[in-house]
């Protein structure tokens, strides 16, 4: 069964950059599509995490939430079983903790009820 860890959060100023490592282990991740999701501290836990990007099993094909577009870009190392988000120009409305998710087989949409596997997030605090 596949496992999802996330890696690299941390406490950054305004204007920095993060970027957050999603390793899986117990299978690969070449056939699954990854999303990145996040849900600010907090939140009511009934409430559905927020979708930031998503990168497609073949990796050719990327989507990604309209207030990162152009800030946060998500990738895939297959080879090490790693899907990246490079997060630049960090916002204090960025602060959340943020999850990686695998869909089996999936395209780069990751619907948030569709995803198969969950890691337990990594918590990104931006300083004003």
């Known amino acids: 069964q596949l496992q999802l860890m996330e890696s690299g959060g941390d406490l950054v100023q305004s204007g920095g950059s993060l970027r957050l490592s999603c390793t899986g282990s117990?299978?690969?991740?070449?056939?699954?599509?990854i999303g990145w999701f996040r849900q600010a501290p907090g939140q009511a836990p009934g409430k559905e995490r927020e979708?930031?990007?998503?990168?497609?099993?073949?990796?050719?094909?990327?989507n990604s939430a309209d207030s990162v577009k152009g800030r946060f870009t998500i990738s895939r190392d297959d080879a090490n079983n790693t899907v990246y988000l490079q997060m630049n120009s960090l916002k204090p409305e960025d602060s959340a903790i943020y999850y990686c998710?695998?869909?089996?087989?999936?395209?780069?949409?990751?619907?948030?009820?569709?995803?198969?596997?969950w890691g337990k997030g990594a918590l990104v605090t931006v300083s004003s």
């Open positions: 979708g930031v990007s998503c990168i497609s099993m073949s990796g050719d094909s990327t």
């Open positions: 117990g299978d690969t991740l070449d056939y699954y599509a």
């Open positions: 998710a695998a869909n089996l087989g999936g395209d780069s949409d990751c619907p948030y009820y569709g995803m198969d596997y």
